[in-house]
Antibody, heavy 119, light 108 residues
């Protein structure tokens, strides 16, 4: 059974870079037909798409994040990662990673990790 | 960017009653629309994809319908475990992938 697990610091200082990793187990990140996605949810708010990557390295990110997003994949470790630069308090959220089949909804999610931006 | 609008924001329903949730897209998304359920402290869970196909393990009391810009999630007879927040999401035209603001289904 495919499982995703987010990992990374729970506290990041303003202006620094948030870095998270999603480890995929029970299946290969290199399987064709699947994208790998980052979603976040600020406290008490809805879901926001951050970005998506294919195992080939082709990636897309939300224009609303003003090019602060870098998503990468390491197929040898079955992981993909998120870097969000120049963070502010507005980036405080639960961050989820998820699998996204090409033509379906996001069918497998990590449990989420809380990241707080504070000095 | 396709804007997804859900209504109502909150739906108060008694157990056993029917619940109807709406999702509207600012332009056509064909049937490339998913619904998710999220309970407090949990990750969202895929319930419906392709506008009307139930994901694995989702009970038959949940049904999705619609195409183009208007979609509906219907829960035929609400059970206690169904009280949660439901989000719609389009994957027809991206980036960006976009979600609706959510509908909270609460006990009346």
């Amino acid at each position: 059974q495919l499982q995703l697990q987010e990992s990374g610091p729970g506290l990041v200082k303003p202006s620094e870079t948030l870095s998270l990793t999603c480890t995929v187990s029970g299946g290969s990140i290199s399987r064709s037909g699947y994208y790998w996605t980052w979603i976040r949810q600020p406290p008490g708010k809805g879901l926001e798409w951050i970005g998506t990557i294919y195992y080939s390295g082709n990636s897309f990110s939300n224009p609303s994040l003003n090019s602060r997003v870098t998503i990468s994949v390491d197929a040898s470790k079955n992981q993909f990662s998120l870097k969000l630069s120049s963070v502010t308090a507005a980036d405080t959220a639960v961050y989820y990673c998820a699998r996204h089949p090409e033509v379906d909804g996001m069918d497998v999610w990590g449990q989420g990790t809380t990241v707080t931006v504070s000095s | 960017e396709i804007v997804m609008t859900q209504s109502p924001a909150t739906l108060s329903v008694s157990p056993g009653e029917r619940a109807t949730l709406s999702c509207r897209a600012s332009q056509s998304v064909s049937i490339n629309l998913a619904w998710y359920q999220q309970k407090p402290g949990q990750a969202p869970r895929l319930f419906i994809y392709g506008a009307s196909t139930r994901a694995t393990g989702i009970p038959a009391r949940f049904s999705g319908s619609g195409s183009g810009t208007e979609f509906t999630l219907t829960i035929s007879s609400l059970q206690s475990e169904d009280f949660a927040v439901y989000y719609c999401q389009q994957y027809n035209n991206w980036p960006p992938l976009t979600f609706g603001g959510g509908t909270k289904v609460e006990i009346k």
